[in-house]
């Protein structure tokens, strides 16, 4: 094989209770990458459509994300990749986190597929760092994994994979500014009362054993976040408007997706998720910034193989 084709998908990092720890795959929004191998030695971009970002191979996240996992193998070749971006940087799905993601798994499967999921997902962190200032696997382990992960540590990594229940359905909204991931992190206080991480600790337990019995009550129960939506949600206009309005149209839960500004609403079936989008779009059509929203089931497969030659 010498040229793939992936379709790199969209994440939700944090699941309101889990910072840096939980997240889950999307399926409709994503960005495509070709990776060809090279004569030439080194990794080098050769092309990003769709929004400006840098080409120099050390500045962008694809980039440093294939040197990572080229340095390791040292093939006897080099890879140029072309990105085409849907996801637009600082959205809070992830944007970055699928260009690394995307790449090693598609360098992975021009070498032949030495390396398993959770070594991918190390190589990816690398370019990660590079966007948020410091290295976390909550949107790469979803996009590598597929489906709801947990990352049980960084330093081994190690990435357990959490059961999809089959008829939840996540509807997300994407108000057109951009928070930066790195300034949503330095906002954040250094310590939090004892209380709170009481009372985020139970809520991660619980929506852990939710998706393992299929429990869509104490999953909704449990996307609750005492710690982190208290300081973010203020970056993000009539974020309590749309909570509430998702709630009460039938989501079981709503929270920030991975740093915002987009807001996600986890929804029991593709009806009530489809009603929880147009009540989110009914409150943001009022307030005149522009936005867009979609649907999306949970991806249980992660990235995708689009073609190969
Ligand atoms: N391939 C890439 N895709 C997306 N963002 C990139 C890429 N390479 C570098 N960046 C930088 O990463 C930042 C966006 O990352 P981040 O703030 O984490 O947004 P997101 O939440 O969408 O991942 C921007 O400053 C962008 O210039
Ligand atoms: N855990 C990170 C997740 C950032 O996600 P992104 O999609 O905004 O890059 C954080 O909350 O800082």
Partial sequence: ?????????????NVSCGFDV??????????EMIIRKTVEKGIKITKIDGFDLPLETKKNVA???????????????????????????????????ASA?????A????????????QLSDFAMKGEAVASGSEHADNI?????????????????KILELPTPSNLYATLIHPQIEVKTAEARNILPKNIPMQDAITQWSNVGSLVHAL?????????????DVIVEPHRSKLIPHYNEVKKAAISNGALGSGISGSGPSIFSLSEGIETAKKVEQAIQEVYTKTGIEFYTFTSKINAEGIKILSSE
């Fill in 107 to 118: 360098i992975n499967e021009l070498l032949g597929k030495p390396y398993n999921k959770t």
């Fill in 63 to 97: 980039g440093v994300a294939a040197l990572a996992i080229y340095e390791d193998a040292k093939p006897d070749c080099g890879f140029e990749i072309e990105i085409y971006k849907k996801i637009k940087p600082g959205s809070g799905i992830g944007s970055s986190s």
């Fill in 22 to 31: 939980l997240g889950f795959c999307l399926d409709t929004v994503g960005d």
């Fill in 141 to 157: 382990a979803p996009g590598i994994f597929g489906g709801f992960t947990l990352v049980k540590s960084n330093q081994p990594l």
């Fill in 212 to 224: 393992h019995t299929n429990d869509y009550p104490l999953l909704g129960e449990a996307l609750q």
């Fill in 101 to 105: 993601s995307g790449v090693v798994f």
């Fill in 1 to 13: 094989m010498n040229q793939i084709k992936i379709f790199s998908p969209a994440t939700v990092a």
